[in-house]
């Protein structure tokens, strides 16, 4: 069993924060960077701000996992989860709306497009506040089960993602 610890001295006025992966099998060191590169940017407090307006897309090596029960005579989802190996191995339970809001992530909307449609289409309750929501894609980015732009996951050329 081994562990790796990294501490960074803060250069703006912004909260603390602590995270805990789990390696993967071709987690390297570009990957602990961009993760405490990710977690500085966002524990910025206008965070929310920005994150309302980026265009996000699903993660190559993300897996969405979607559990269905018969429920009379139709087929209800009932749990969703995230899985990745990279840039660390994590799995991540998740509400139902997440499902249908990483599925649209390609790109070309915006997070705030992203939740009128989620909230028009009745999959996003309507009284899910907006910074709920901005919270979790916060994490899904961290996850590596989202990329931003300005925080493209990193990529090992020799691993072909398929």
Known sequence: VFG????????????????RRQLGLHTAAKDFEWLLAW????????????LI???PTAAPRAKLRLVHQKDRA???????????????????????????????CDGTKTVREHLMYLRENGALPAETPDQQ????????????????????????EALRIE
């Open 74 to 104: 139709e087929w209800t989802i009932v749990e969703c989860s995230l899985a990745t190996t990279l840039p660390f191995a994590l799995e991540a339970a998740c509400p139902l709306w997440v499902a249908p809001l990483v599925m649209r």
């Open 53 to 55: 307006d980026v265009k």
């Open 4 to 19: 790796t610890l990294v501490i960074q001295r803060k250069t703006t006025t912004r909260p603390v924060f602590t995270v």
């Open 133 to 156: 929501v901005l919270e979790i894609v916060r994490r899904l980015i961290a996850g590596g089960f989202l990329e931003i732009p300005e925080f493209r996951l990193p990529r090992d």
């Open 39 to 50: 977690e500085a940017a966002a524990a910025s407090p206008d965070i929310a701000r920005k």
